[in-house]
Each structure stands twice: as C-alpha cells, then as structure tokens.
C-alpha cells in the first residue's frame, strides 16, 4: 500500500492485530476501525480527533469505542516558549511602551486651543495618532500570540492569528506615515494662509489634488486589505511536518493575491512622496530648474520624513520579498527569525519611536499660530514705532484701578488713563493732575462742581465722576482742598482786573435776532442805536488767561 508522505504506517506488535506505539500496545484492528491514522510528526488522528504519541504524552490504552485513556490533544500548548515567542514578546513590550508616548502625544497635539475652523478640522491632526494606536494594538495581539506558535507541537490557528494581525500592522503603519506627510502640508498651508487667508483660492488645481489624492491613497490601501484579508486561511496551518508545509501552506502563502497586495503599497507610497512633493511645491519657496528642485525637495523636507519614509519603503519590500520567499515569510512557522523580525517588526517599530519622539519635541499647532500671530504683531510695531508697555505694567494699574480713591479725571500715562484720588491725596497732586477745574462764576461755599457748559465730552464725564465721587465718599479734608484751589485760580484769574461778562449761548442769539425781526420798528431801533453810538464808546473784552477762553 502506497501511504502519503506525512502517513506512517503502524509499527508490528505481537500478532497481526496488536501494534506498539513508543512501547505501549494497542489493538489495531480497534484503531483501524475508528480510522486512526499515524502521522511523521508524532501524532494519532482520525480527522476528528488528534493526540500526541511521543512520551510522556503517550497514551496508556486504547477503549473499544475509539476513546484513548489519559490522552494530550494535539491543540494544547505542551512545548516551552522557544525563540520566536521569546523575541516577539520583547518586541511586544517594546510596543506597548510606545503606546504610552502616543497617549500622550495624542493628548499634545489633539487638544484645541483656538477656534475650529472648517478648512483645517481637529481631527486632521490626530488621524497619525489614532493610526498609531491602531497598529500598536494589532503588533501586541500578533506578537503576543507568537507564544502559542512555539508551544503548540501541530501548528494551528496560532500562526493564523498572527499572520493575520501583522498584515493588519502593515496596513496601519502605511497610513501611519501617510496621515503624517498628510497633515504636515496641511499645516504647511495654515501657516501660509494666516497672515492673509486670501492668498490662496478655493477652487484652484491645488486644492482639487487635496481633495483627491486621500482618496487615491486609500482606494490602493483597501486593495492591499481586500486581496489579503477575505480569504481561505485554513492552507496557512497545514504546516504539520516538512511535507506537509510543502505542498499546501507555501503555495497559499506564495499565490498571485498576496504579490499583488504587496504591489498595492508600491503605489501607496508612491503617493506618500508625491503629496510631500506637492506640499513643498506649494508652500515653500519656489526654485527654479530641475537640480535647485531636486535639491529644495531635499532641503525642505523635514528630518522626521527623511527617517520614516525609507522605512515605510521597507515595510512596503520586505511584503514583497515574503510574498515570493516563504522560507522567509512571517506565515511559516518555522521560518527565519532574523528575517520575520527585523523586516517585519522592526522598521514599524522604528517609525512609532520617531514619530513620539518629534510629537514630544514640537509645540502644539494652535499655541506655535498664536506665537507666530504674535511675532508678526511685535514686528508691526516695531515698525509703526509703537512700543507696548510688558506685562507687569497692566498687572500693576490694575490693581490701582479697583482702589475707589483712585477714581478721578486724570490725565494719560504711558497709554492708560490714570485716576486720582477723591478725597485723598495733596492738593497739589490734584492741582497737576487737572481734575476738579469749575467755572470762575461759581461760589466757593460748596464742594460739589458746577455743571459742566464746555464741548469737551470727556471734561463733562470728569466732571460728573468727581461730583458722584464726593457725594459717594465725602470727605471734609478734600473738600477744604478743593476749595482753596479753587480760591487759589480765582484769585490768579483776578489778578488783571475782573472777570469778562458771560457770552451768550447761540440759543440766545437766536431768539434776540427772532424778537428783533417779530416786533416792528426793533430793527429800525437797533440801527438808530448803532448809529448814535460813537465808535470809542466800544471797549473790546479784554482777555484776561486762558480761562476766558
């Protein structure tokens, strides 16, 4: 009889229907009617059920109704952690690490500190975090479950899980690197756009490029997902011995949707460089020639994408190159461990310590537009020649401001109206300051000013604040004050003789030239009175300060 090559045939026993396996007999003709098979690697299965045969795993005896006593199935984790396991679960810490710098990150750079605006949205600037997580989450399943891969003896849904995920970190890493270079001409455009937010159109070839090429790199993403991730991954496991993983998993794992899912990336990153090179074409200065281009390219391109971009051309390779080796394929089970891990998990792992490191290191978007706006302020300044007064001068007069004695017309300083006090202070700080100036007709027997008659607002709104002051907070003191300044400006404006009679308000006029012209004969009186009056009899008002004025 012609056997498969993972099939064995049972070893001899004492007669044609007894056979010896590791030393302990059991019927054959029992183990063949149950269709029991012996597999190469150690294994007892009928299609159903499976145990281990090798000691100390062998089982004692063997029931007539096909049930095996004190039998190990073949699915349970029997083996020490060997290599793999050990270096997936290093790189597994590693990851979960990074996990916090993205939290942290995310709660950095997330976080709004200035209006939203339609054109740049909060959630643009957190996609690259959000990716993150999404690829931390997925390294951790398949790393971790890279355990069981090593202690299972019959390799089965283990080494599924863990393909599975780390197709799924793929994926995620790419659009990791994508949002970022993403992003960072976005905020390349909110820079340009802030200082005049009409520089730019709306509905020019620029923006039409925007808004079409997130859709073009992830139409080729879900490409790469769909020709992966919906398939048949039972070949995958068939990995049971040597043979076995020959003729079954590595043809599965080899086949023509994997190579083309890899081609996928090749056209995901090709856009990754094309919307940085979009970004620095339009938002920086411009150079003139295919070698200055080149070398701007070069120039204005930060030091974070000169890092993950080779890196996400890596991942993109090494996909590739697993989709044609399967010797060196993270889907073998026992396949090259310098080669699953440093192509495989590395560079990613790389990409997520540059990106925290870059987010720790940079300001948030909203305060960096702030210090800009201010910078460009202090430069307009400088420039009209206006020097603003710091920041404990204002803390400074506004504590003097909530003293109810500082409250008065006084004069400006340094750009800040300052108030002297009512009722207190010398009457010489009050006469420099101006406040508390009345009309030379009014009486001194009382501390409340006379109304206000002049054009000036702001001397009418001192003169009502000074008389509400003294009615408020009466003081006998200042009071006494007032008035000796007032005698004192009286007395001054005396000096030359007295004071000029009061000018008549245009009301008044109005209604004498009203009268004048109502009532006969008044005009012809009016010129028979001018003309009898010599011209010496008309004294001009002689003015006597700027009071009369």
């Known amino acids: 009889m012609i056997l498969p090559r993972d099939l064995i045939p049972f070893p001899t026993g004492r007669n044609g229907s007894d056979t010896a396996i590791h030393n302990v007999h059991f019927n054959l003709t029992t183990l063949r009617e149950w269709n029991y098979t012996l597999y190469t690697n150690g294994t007892l299965s009928n299609g159903s059920r499976c145990y281990l045969t090798p000691p100390p795993y062998t089982p004692v005896e063997l029931l007539s109704n096909g049930t095996f006593v004190n039998a190990t199935s073949c699915y349970n984790p029997v083996d020490p952690i060997g290599p793999r396991a050990a270096t997936g679960v290093a790189f597994g810490v590693a990851y979960g690490l990074c996990l916090i710098g993205i939290l942290v990150n995310l709660n950095k750079h997330g976080r709004l500190h200035l209006p939203a605006e339609k054109r740049f949205r909060p ?42 995920f780390w197709f799924l970190m793929q994926q995620g890493a790419m659009a990791l690197v994508w949002e970022a270079v993403r992003h960072w001409g976005s905020w390349q455009e909110r820079q340009f756009i802030d200082p005049d937010p009409f520089v730019l159109p709306d509905d ?98 930060p030091l974070r994408f000169k890092l993950i971009l080779p890196l996400a051309l890596v991942v993109v390779g090494f996909q590739i190159f697993v989709s044609f080796s399967f010797a060196n394929s993270i889907l073998n089970a026992v396949g090259n461990l310098g080669s699953i891990y440093a192509g495989g998990y590395g560079p990613i792992l790389l990409i997520l310590v540059i990106q925290i490191a870059w987010g720790l290191r940079t300001p948030n978007e909203d305060k960096e537009l702030v210090r800009q706006r201010r910078k460009r302020g202090e430069q307009t300044d400088r420039e009209m020649g206006i020097v603003r007064k710091p920041a404990w001068w204002r803390r400074v007069n506004a504590a003097g401001r909530h003293d109810p004695s500082d409250i008065s017309g006084g004069g400006r300083h340094g750009g800040t109206v300052e108030m002297a006090p009512i009722g207190g202070g010398s009457p010489r700080a009050r006469q420099d300051s101006g406040a508390g100036l009345v009309d030379m007709s009014a009486k001194p027997t009382t501390s409340t000013p006379s109304p206000y008659a002049g054009k000036s607002e702001r001397r009418r709104v001192e003169r009502a604040r000074t ?41 008044s006029r109005r209604r004498e030239s009203r009268t004048a012209t109502d009532v006969p004969g008044s005009a012809e009186r009016a010129a028979g009175n001018e003309a009898v009056t010599p011209p010496a009899a008309v004294h001009p008002t002689p003015i006597r300060s700027m009071l009369d004025i």
């Open 123 to 164: 959630i643009g600037r957190r996609w690259q975090w959000y990716w993150a997580i999404w690829v931390v989450a997925t390294a951790f399943v398949g790393l971790f479950t890279t355990v069981d891969v090593d202690r299972f003896r019959v390799v089965g849904l283990p080494i599924i899980l863990t393909s599975f």
């Open 467 to 507: 008389a509400a002051a003294g009615i408020l907070f009466p003081n006998p003191e200042a009071q006494a004050a007032e008035l000796e300044i007032q005698a004192a400006r009286r007395a001054e404006a005396m000096r030359e003789g007295p004071a000029p009679p009061p000018y008549p308000s245009d009301s």
């Open 204 to 301: 020019d070839r620029r923006s039409k490029v925007e808004f079409w090429l997130p859709l073009w790199f992830y139409l080729w993403l879900w490409l790469n997902f769909f020709l992966i991730i919906p398939r048949n991954w039972g070949q995958i496991q068939l990995q049971r011995d040597p043979d076995q993983a020959a003729s079954h998993a590595r043809p599965a794992a080899t086949d023509a949707r994997f190579k083309a899912a890899a081609f996928c990336l090749v056209v995901c990153w090709l856009t990754i460089l094309f919307s940085l090179r979009h970004s620095i074409h339009h938002y920086k200065p411009r150079n003139r020639g295919w070698i200055n281009k080149t070398c701007g390219l070069f120039r204005y391109t």
